[in-house]
């Protein structure tokens, strides 16, 4: 009841006609911003940083906190209408959302999107008033090898599990890998695939390879098609989510949020990998398997539901330890520190007005956020009306500004151009484009995570399974792997080589055709 009485003290100090202008104008400029590709919201939190010097602590963090939000919700929009992520945790939003885009989806995408944003940050939020010391605690007794195996989990579960081919999807998480190694090596100092290029010398940025192979892909692969295929002006749709709509969201938003705000809490943790897992749950556990692909709302409401739960989550280890654990919370740190206020345990006693007037604020832009942009929903919908060469020509503006800001150093747009290739080469031989993605993402924190147990286990290849929770999950990624191939044996029909069985009746073939005994 203590910290009831404390978040309702910093609900009072919030909510004034001028800190809820902080707050709207913070939901308003995130959400902008986030639309655009490549520019995120800890981007935009440091583009804005010194506009809030003359503001009070207070004002400035509940201006952070819209900004937040915004930005996350704004990433899912870019990837519903353009199939363009605004950062890499909206990745697993783009798959199903702008299926359901072009299906004439988009308002209903937008708004499941806006309103599992709003349930999981609401309990992310209440999560990290009542359970932040618990859960902190908890974060730091993970150690690294149950980091490893839960990164191993999610490459090898995304990269399995979808798409129709197994073999194009290891040999597209291989080629992602391999990105991933370009820079120095942290330990010798060597560099790795720098090809004797300065710029290769640090590590590349998701930015520039996620929107080089989403956003320049896509327009370079709808650029090849223009002139074969009819122009066609994709459908708006209904404004509203129907019944059938509901029905299928809430369990997506609530497993979506329970499994996004553990990863959050974690040090080391982040919001891709709950998307990702988010997503696989889903399609496992959907009525309707046979729609992801093709645009299951599902697909939507659960990564979203996990992204905000995982951003609110975060707030756990940055006023709990200090530690930030993703770009915008580094940023935040850096704010606190400039107002000379230092995050860790003794944070919420002596700054307890701060505090919980920020989680106090992270409840107001929420709201802010569902209250702004759910009726925007249509609105937003109606950019697919925009004939094709004016709005990929505008992608590749945004695109090609998002991957310059983030260096702002020229050879960034050279490597736009590379990765924009590489994503139209894979559209036209098949290769999935998400275990590309995922590999870039997760692979130095494998690499990290790797080379940290080894080192605590002196060079042991033990240390690797030396947790309880590193060997449980193992044994979880053991089952599913080869749980296709004993259902493969066990159906009837011709078993494949790939470790999965013939589609039968209704299905369809890896070439798209529907298979009729």
Known sequence: MDNLSLLWGGLESAVTPENLL???LGVLLGTFVGVLPGIGPA?????????????EPTQAFIMFAGI???????????????????????VMTAIEGNKMAKAGRAAQALATAAIGSFIAGTAGTLGVVFFAPALADVAVRIGAPSYLAITIMALVLVTAVLGTSRLRGFIALFLGLTIGLVGLDLNTGQPRLGFGTTQLADRLDIVVVAVGIFALGEALWVAAHLRRTPMQITPVGQPFM???DWRRSWGPWLRGTALGFPFGAVPAGGAETPTFLSYLAEKKLSKHPEEFGRGAIEGVAGPE???NAS??????PLLALG??????????LAALQGYGIQPGPQLMTEQPDLVWTLLASLLIGNTLLLVLNLPLAPLWARLLRVPRPYLYSGILFFASLGAYTVNLDAFDLFLL?????LGLAMRRFGLPVLPLVLGVILGPILESKAREALAISGGSASGLVDEPLAVAVYAVVALLLLAPFVLARLRPGRPRTDGRATPEAGERTDDGELVDR
Do not use: C, Q
Not at 43 to 55: F, N, Q
Not at 68 to 90: C, K, R, V, W
Not at 311 to 316: E, H, I, L
Not at 417 to 421: C, D, P, R, T
């Open 242 to 244: 129907g019944k059938d």
């Open 43 to 55: 981007m935009a939190v440091a583009l804005l940083l010194p506009v809030t010097y003359g503001l």
């Open 417 to 421: 151009l590379v990765f924009g290739l």
């Open 311 to 316: 951003a609110a989550g975060t707030f756990v």
């Open 323 to 332: 530690l930030p654990v993703t770009a915008t919370a580094t940023i935040m």
């Open 68 to 90: 937040y939000y915004g930005g996350m919700y704004g990433g899912s929009t870019t990837s519903i209408l353009l199939n363009t992520p605004g950062e890499s945790s909206s």
């Open 305 to 307: 539901a996990a992204n």
């Open 22 to 24: 902080w707050a709207a």
